[in-house]
């Protein structure tokens, strides 16, 4: 791989972490500066690889995905988190809990839930109403989005009320702690360790203790919603629509070998309750800034809503409903687009493999570089960093759109399974918002754009919010 061009390591520690942590979009800047297949060193100068190229991309994703696996020295903590669910789970098992949960997510069943997303954002526009009409104008986000996602993947999800949008929930404080730190550098080296030297999670610090108490809550309440579920099922109760139900009652009408575990019910749960809120929010909340900095595209929009729902009062669509707006549709895409949840996704491959001229040593750490791709103006034209929501109204644009190179969701069997459920629940979210209240720039407010992780305004984002009238 020595041939590989890319960027020079910056330590013989680190690598090139500093400029990954420091600097924004700085896998794009690599991709357009070096090619489509790029060098660059991680953690103790290991070499990785970074992938735009749409052939190598249709290999690792739809050709040979199993060939493809999670990188295993970067799982530590995230199994901690989430549990070997769908996520995480590899091969043959990923394909039993793919192929149980596949009608869980059925496009009859998402067109069930938009009634309770309406009511969570019914909730969240109360309480910044209430905000303004005491007076505030300047209003943190963060946790209003977060919480309502997070209320959002217990209704829907389990047909648990947590109520964090209007009470305190230790579920609500759990995530907050591990995912909005208010130092992510270390949050990210402290990840790093922990995966590299297993007993560091041992070691009786802060930093540790927190963490561990985090994950133990998680455990334990999604325990207990499974407890709860499976009680339901046995004195035949369980008719409800949400997708735990849903699961239960499919995964004990299989033949015992295509079942899945109460382990991997479990795992599953804790996998909703982070996927199922933490990119809905950020992507909800990049949304919103960038309507902020492009009046024109949010007054456009609102236009667009007040003609569908003259009276606001009385928002309640169905799932065609919000689907058939054309400028929302347009909006919802560009945001995936600039501010794709997830910048890079992460893989190993099990096998030697050769991309293009280059062969690529099995067990080396590979991320296809999705925000590039997103960001290339072979495929965008010269706007392709600006928002601009219009592009997916033009023709000449869209012909070069594929699902190879336009990826907020993935793509192939280990493709995002709630993609209809998060694009449903983030419509309605923003409209009831964009409906309900003009949010403009906070002057003198400014945050970082967080480069690790879920891609997310870090330590918050903070607009200047006023109600819609009429």
Known sequence: MRKIPGPPPESILFGNIKTLLTEEDSYVKW????????????????????????KIIQDMTLNHVYDFIKPPNLLADAILIAGRGLVLAEGEEHKRQRKMMNPAFAHNNVKEMVPTFIRVASTLIGLIEDKVNSGESNINLTP?????????????????EFNSLTSSNELAEAYNALFNSPNPTLRFISTVLANYIPFFREIPIK???????????????????????YNEAKNGELKSKDLLSLLININMALPDEEKITNDELQYQIMTFLIAGHETTSSTTLWCLYSLAHYPH???????????????????????????????????VKETLR?????????????????????????????????????????????????????RWLDPSVTKNVTNLNYLPFLTGTRSCIGNKFALTEFKILLSMLIRNFVFKPTEGFEFKKRTMGVSKPSPYLALTVSKVEC
């Not at 489509?36 to 749409?54: C, E, H, P, R, W």
């Not at 133990?216 to 207990?224: D, G, L």
């Not at 309640?316 to 549709?329: A, G, Q, R």
Request: aromatic fraction near 12%; include cysteine.
């Open 207 to 229: 930093m540790n203790r927190d963490f561990k108490n985090a994950c133990a809550i998680i455990n334990r309440v999604s325990k207990k919603l499974m407890e709860e579920k």
């Open 297 to 331: 595209e949010q007054d456009l929009l609102r236009e667009e809503l007040v003609k569908a729902f003259p009276d606001k009062s009385k928002f309640n669509p169905t799932f065609d409903e919000i689907n058939s707006l054309e400028y929302l549709n347009c909006i």
């Open 338 to 390: 600039i501010y794709s949840p997830a910048p890079v996704v992460g893989r190993t491959n099990v096998e030697d493999k050769v991309f293009g001229e280059y062969l690529i040593p099995k067990n080396t750490t590979i991320r296809i570089a999705l925000l590039a791709l997103h960001k290339s103006p072979e495929i965008w034209g010269p706007t392709a960093n600006e928002f601009d929501p219009k």
């Open 144 to 160: 209003y989005i977060s919480k309502a996602t997070l209320d959002v993947i217990g209704l829907a999800g389990f047909n648990y």
């Open 31 to 54: 991709i357009q500066k070096y090619g489509n297949i790029v060098k660059f060193y991680g953690i103790f100068n290991q070499t990785s690889i970074l992938v735009a190229d749409t």
